[in-house]
């Protein structure tokens, strides 16, 4: 028959096997509060229940200490378990502190729980089929392996995962595998794993086959992980991170390898990566890697400085990079790049996606690199805008903010930007293709200080559809102040109100290879002044219906301008 009752206040304490067992066969029942038991330094489990009935009612307030075997060893139907588990204590044994094994769902309450410097895991616990409940608040720290190891074979479905504390264990801090996916506005929240020997925070869906939707990761803290294993502070491995899921407000700092990975095996859909923290990690600081594509995903507002490789890394593998962000992130003081983002072979950039507002200064090696495919992706339609690249480069010779793809086109700027003081160029474009359909724009920046050239574009098609490189400021730079080169015609396009003085090299080249400046085209009111060889050094086949005035060159060291083609820019000023 079913057990209808309290069993509260026992002690079985220092007896040779388990402190106290329970059993619940499939033909009974438990229905009340099994409460306020000690059962410590016995040589087999503290407290023991296994059985398949119904269990309901509280599991709560018990403490098993300093026993030879498990503290809590509880194997149950979870389907038929409607008691919640809170303030149990499980602390000192020589197996793990608390297991629990359910082989069905768990929809109930596992909260403020404490199991510290056990021989093995803190907290063990097995869900077969399905999470729904709340693990909260519970604590298992100094444990010899995982501190909290969460194992659920179906799906994590609207539970709550927070505040829980996982730290200075021999393992990893809080450890969570899941079998297929995690959805509908489960939360992962405000968990703490610091100073473990492994990973802090673990979270791994199907092992990376798994979903992660409409949930959210946030405000979790994962420091001074891994120092002597190399291990991360926060891994995350799913496949669609999408649906609106966020993984934001994260800490990630001091860590043995990155502070934040990012495996997606799919597509990072309409979701955010957004107000991390992530410094002075042995790795990256945050790295998330994109088997699909980015489609109006955020990656924003993150904080990635004094890391040992990358600041932030953002690899897109398998498609395109469409209406997504990387905007407003800080990555300074890495000891690589401080944003390097790359598109994989056949991918592009497109749809409205910006990269704006960042700063990444004092790195090492680059500040901002995206890479398109190599060079053979396009970048259409999309902004690099009001960046701040400081003082890069220390390593080499590295630029500021560089861009390399095949066509920038559809309306895409490259605007606003400060880069200055790098140890080559400040802005570095680097096209296969052509700046066309437009208008696009490369303007109001300020390249100065920097050891190569201030702005230098490079492409291998032609200007044209309204293009403006205008109202630029590259002053003081060791070699040129605007360099641009193309192996085909500059049409309909502009080139004005740029100002380029103390230049080591030229203040401004336009070499087009002998092709033409045409169709338009208009390089007026250019401020070339005291620049340490030509004003204005152009390479231009003829100049058909252009504009070329109001521009001033003087004190030069060579010539106002130096003319290597048919025709010279610049001629409404007379040589120095």
């Given at each position: 028959?079913?057990?209808?009752?309290?069993?509260?206040?026992?002690?079985?304490?220092?007896?040779?096997?388990?402190?106290?067992?329970?059993?619940?066969?499939?033909?009974?029942?438990?229905?009340?509060?099994?409460?306020?038991?000690?059962?410590?330094?016995?040589?087999?489990?503290?407290?023991a229940i296994e059985g398949d009935a119904a269990f309901a009612g509280d599991l709560s307030g018990n403490r098993a200490n300093r026993n030879g075997g498990r503290g809590f060893d509880v194997s149950a139907d979870?389907?038929?378990?409607?008691?919640?588990?809170?303030?149990?204590?499980?602390?000192?044994?020589?197996?793990?502190?608390?297991?629990?094994?359910?082989?069905?769902?768990?929809?109930?309450?596992?909260?403020?729980?404490?199991?510290?410097?056990?021989?093995?895991?803190?907290?063990?616990?097995?869900?077969?089929?399905?999470?729904?409940?709340?693990?909260?608040?519970?604590?298992?720290?100094?444990?010899?392996?995982?501190?909290?190891?969460?194992?659920?074979?179906?799906?994590?479905?609207?539970?709550?995962?927070?505040?829980?504390?996982?730290?200075?264990?021999?393992?990893?801090?809080?450890?969570?595998?899941?079998?297929?996916?995690?959805?509908?506005?489960?939360?992962?929240?405000?968990?703490?794993?610091?100073?473990?020997?492994?990973?802090?925070?673990?979270?791994?869906?199907?092992?990376?086959?798994?979903?992660?939707?409409?949930?959210?990761?946030?405000?979790?803290?994962?420091?001074?992980?891994?120092?002597?294993?190399?291990?991360?502070?926060?891994?995350?491995?799913?496949?669609?991170?999408?649906?609106?899921?966020?993984?934001?407000?994260?800490?990630?700092?001091?860590?043995?390898?990155?502070?934040?990975?990012?495996?997606?095996?799919?597509?990072?859909?309409?979701?955010?990566?957004?107000?991390?923290?992530?410094?002075?990690?042995?790795?990256d600081g945050i790295r998330v890697v994109v088997g699909g594509a980015i489609e109006n995903g955020a990656i924003d507002n993150n904080t990635a400085n004094d890391n040992g490789d990358e600041g932030i890394q953002?690899?897109?593998?398998?498609?395109?990079?469409?209406?997504?962000?990387?905007?407003?992130?800080?990555?300074?003081?890495?000891?690589?790049?401080?944003?390097?983002?790359?598109?994989?072979?056949?991918?592009?950039?497109?749809?409205?996606?910006?990269?704006?507002?960042?700063?990444?200064?004092?790195?090492?090696?680059?500040?901002?690199?995206?890479?398109?495919?190599?060079?053979?992706?396009?970048?259409?339609?999309?902004?690099?805008?009001?960046?701040?690249?400081?003082?890069?480069?220390?390593?080499?010779?590295?630029?500021?903010?560089?861009?390399?793809?095949?066509?920038?086109?559809?309306?895409?700027?490259?605007?606003?930007?400060?880069?200055?003081?790098?140890?080559?160029?400040?802005?570095?474009?680097?096209?296969?293709?052509?700046?066309?359909?437009?208008?696009?724009?490369?303007?109001?920046?300020?390249?100065?200080?920097?050891?190569?050239?201030?702005?230098?574009?490079?492409?291998?098609?032609?200007?044209?559809?309204?293009?403006?490189?205008?109202?630029?400021?590259?002053?003081?730079?060791?070699?040129?102040?605007?360099?641009?080169?193309?192996?085909?015609?500059?049409?309909?396009?502009?080139?004005?109100?740029?100002?380029?003085?103390?230049?080591?090299?030229?203040?401004?080249?336009?070499?087009?290879?002998?092709?033409?400046?045409?169709?338009?085209?208009?390089?007026?009111?250019?401020?070339?002044?005291?620049?340490?060889?030509?004003?204005?050094?152009?390479?231009?086949?003829?100049?058909?219906?252009?504009?070329?005035?109001?521009?001033?060159?003087?004190?030069?060291?060579?010539?106002?301008?130096?003319?290597?083609?048919?025709?010279?820019?610049?001629?409404?000023?007379?040589?120095?």
């Amino acid at each position: 028959d079913s057990f209808e009752g309290d069993i509260v206040g026992n002690t079985a304490n220092g007896n040779e096997g388990t402190g106290i067992q329970m059993d619940v066969p499939s033909v009974a029942g438990f229905s009340g509060s099994f409460s306020g038991t000690t059962a410590n330094e016995n040589s087999g489990e503290g407290i023991a229940i296994e059985g398949d009935a119904a269990f309901a009612g509280d599991l709560s307030g018990n403490r098993a200490n300093r026993n030879g075997g498990r503290g809590f060893d509880v194997s149950a139907d979870g389907g038929n378990w409607t008691a919640d588990i809170t303030d149990n204590t499980a602390n000192g044994n020589t197996g793990d502190g608390m297991r629990f094994e359910f082989d069905d769902d768990f929809a109930e309450t596992f909260s403020g729980n404490t199991a510290n410097n056990n021989d093995d895991e803190g907290i063990q616990f097995e869900v077969e089929d399905d999470l729904r409940g709340v693990l909260a608040n519970n604590t298992a720290n100094g444990n010899a392996d995982n501190g909290f190891d969460l194992e659920v074979g179906g799906q994590i479905d609207a539970a709550s995962i927070g505040g829980n504390i996982a730290s200075n264990n021999g393992g990893g801090g809080l450890v969570i595998a899941v079998g297929d996916k995690i959805d509908d506005g489960s939360r992962i929240e405000g968990n703490t794993a610091n100073n473990n020997v492994g990973i802090g925070i673990e979270l791994d869906v199907d092992g990376g086959g798994g979903d992660f939707e409409g949930s959210t990761f946030l405000d979790n803290t994962a420091n001074g992980n891994g120092l002597a294993a190399g291990e991360s502070g926060i891994v995350v491995n799913v496949d669609d991170f999408e649906d609106g899921s966020a993984m934001n407000g994260n800490m990630a700092i001091g860590n043995g390898d990155r502070g934040i990975d990012v495996a997606i095996g799919g597509n990072f859909t309409g979701d955010s990566i957004s107000g991390n923290t992530a410094s002075r990690n042995a790795g990256d600081g945050i790295r998330v890697v994109v088997g699909g594509a980015i489609e109006n995903g955020a990656i924003d507002n993150n904080t990635a400085n004094d890391n040992g490789d990358e600041g932030i890394q953002i690899d897109v593998e398998g498609g395109d990079f469409d209406g997504g962000s990387v905007s407003g992130n800080t990555a300074n003081g890495n000891t690589e790049t401080g944003i390097a983002v790359t598109i994989g072979t056949g991918g592009k950039v497109n749809d409205g996606s910006s990269f704006d507002g960042n700063t990444a200064s004092n790195n090492s090696e680059n500040g901002i690199v995206i890479d398109v495919d190599g060079g053979d992706g396009d970048f259409e339609g999309s902004t690099i805008d009001d960046n701040m690249v400081i003082g890069n480069g220390s390593a080499g010779s590295f630029s500021g903010l560089v861009l390399i793809a095949d066509e920038f086109q559809d309306g895409s700027s490259i605007d606003g930007n400060t880069a200055n003081g790098n140890s080559d160029h400040g802005i570095d474009v680097d096209l296969s293709g052509d700046i066309a359909d437009g208008p696009n724009s490369i303007s109001s920046n300020t390249a100065s200080s920097n050891d190569g050239d201030g702005i230098h574009i490079r492409l291998e098609g032609k200007v044209d559809d309204g293009t403006a490189v205008d109202d630029n400021t590259a002053n003081m730079n060791g070699d040129d102040g605007i360099d641009i080169a193309l192996d085909a015609d500059f049409e309909g396009s502009t080139i004005n109100g740029n100002t380029a003085n103390g230049n080591g090299g030229d203040g401004i080249v336009v070499d087009l290879d002998d092709n033409d400046f045409e169709d338009g085209s208009s390089f007026a009111n250019n401020t070339t002044n005291d620049n340490g060889d030509d004003g204005v050094d152009s390479n231009v086949d003829e100049e058909a219906g252009i504009t070329d005035s109001g521009n001033v060159q003087t004190g030069n060291a060579d010539d106002a301008r130096d003319d290597n083609g048919t025709d010279d820019l610049g001629d409404n000023v007379p040589d120095n």
